[in-house]
């Protein structure tokens, strides 16, 4: 037992995972390749035109991923600040830095491409759907722990500030997705939705889920990258940093302190 | 319970001092309230509609703008470390604070809220369930407010840093405030959403106190 | 294949400018996001190499 929690502490240590991360990108980055390569394949080339919304639906294969990514980005933001904030590990606090940006990204993607989805969908560039309406707040909070991330000198106190943002952002993600809910139900005769739909062809179905997984592996590859460069420049100090193969090979363009 | 009435009692002798801290809030409050009908028209069908959005979002932000002060000035003269040293609990010296913020920014607006709804035509029971959601409401503001305010102490760009951090926390505040008034109007009671409030209050009320005080304690390191 | 040509893939029943908007900004943003992490381990890399170099100053004055 003492063994099995020595092993997970092992790589709590940034200098025994940024080798780890640096192995393992490689295979998340060809895995998202391949699936997504599939994914549209199925999608673009192989599932039929939709009854009611012709070829326009074909922009769910990319809107509903990255509005699952987006949460799915953020959970994993707060259980990484969950981490920190009960062990107190620097790599924690790096990790939902490193996943913080990805995240921002896929919800702006997610309004994006629902916007483009809205606009000949129900003639308007943005509805107050209450999913797009939580995804736009949702956009909000990655970009406040950012901003708060970025604000703040200390990297110890940053993403220990960071963590708890996260923390109660992620607490907070159902009641204002509950709550926008409400509200667009009562101030809305018809539930203009997104997401309702005829039930899906097989091949779409397929499709999306393909997709969702490219779009997971893709992340988890920028993630465990981005990690590895905020782990260079938090460690510079040391002396495993200063003697890494990236590290020790100087350009020659390099000018020496005479 | 002596501390927690002490530091209210310190916090509210130390901003009547200065009276600057009422005087924003509800000046900001008023100007808001009569700077959307002159944007928006004077048509009363659509002043009453939209009353209840805009008088919320109006105390909203007007109680978002004195945030940034509820721990600078503590922090500013060291008292806030005596109260992390201090063996009174954080958490409670805290929420002492929060309240005596609420009694500062948030209690002028809720008694002036009335007042302001009768500018957009209310009628009475609309403006008794507007008082009551602001009553419940701005409490839960300065709650929230509070983790935001604790998390961006001494932070470069504080204010506009704290907007942005807690605007996506108010919406639950908002849709349920603003939507208590509506549902009133509609008749369809505002019973439920004054509930969700209430129940919302309470939760921040144990959890906020908490969290700041976390977060205070991070940036007292 | 269910198109009738490649014109017909890129027009999308008429849809074609926010199919397309929408795959392509993604596209792009994904692209955007893999370039600026080469530029942001170039740029630590170089940090690194810098903090070295800083601490080495002085090693040898006596």
Redesign the interface.
Known sequence: MNNKIGHWFYFASPQNFYPLAGRMWPWFAALATALGLAGLWLGMLVAPADFQQGEGYRIIFVHVPASWMSMVIYLAMAFWAVLGLTFNTRLSGMMGRALAPTGAMFAFLSLWTGALWGKPMWGAWWVWDARLTSELILFFLYLGYIALTSAIDDPRRADKAGGILALVGALNVPVIYFSVKWWNTLHQGASVSLTKGSSMAQTMLWAMLLMGLAFWMYSIAVAFYRVRSIILERERHTLWVAQLPEVAQAPATEEKWS | MSAFVAIVRRDLVLALRRKNEVITSVFFFVVVAALFPLGIGPEMNTLRLVAPGILWVGALLASMLSLGRMFAADHADGTLEQMALSPTSLPLLVAAKILAHWLLSGLPLVLLAPILGLQFDLSADALWVLTLSLLIGTPLLSLIGAIGAALTLGVRGGDVLLSLLVLPLYVPALVFGAGAVQAQISGLGASAHLSILVAMALVAAVFSPWASSAALRIALE | ???NGFSD?LA????GL??W???G??AL??AL??LL?RR??A???D???H???AS??GKDWH
Not at chain 3, 12 to 15: D, E, I, Q, R, V
């Open positions: 294949m269910i198109w893939f999308m029943g008429g849809y926010y199919v908007g929408s795959f900004v993604s943003l994904m996001e893999t992490l942001g381990r740029a630590a890399i940090q690194v190499r903090e070295i170099a080495q100053v």
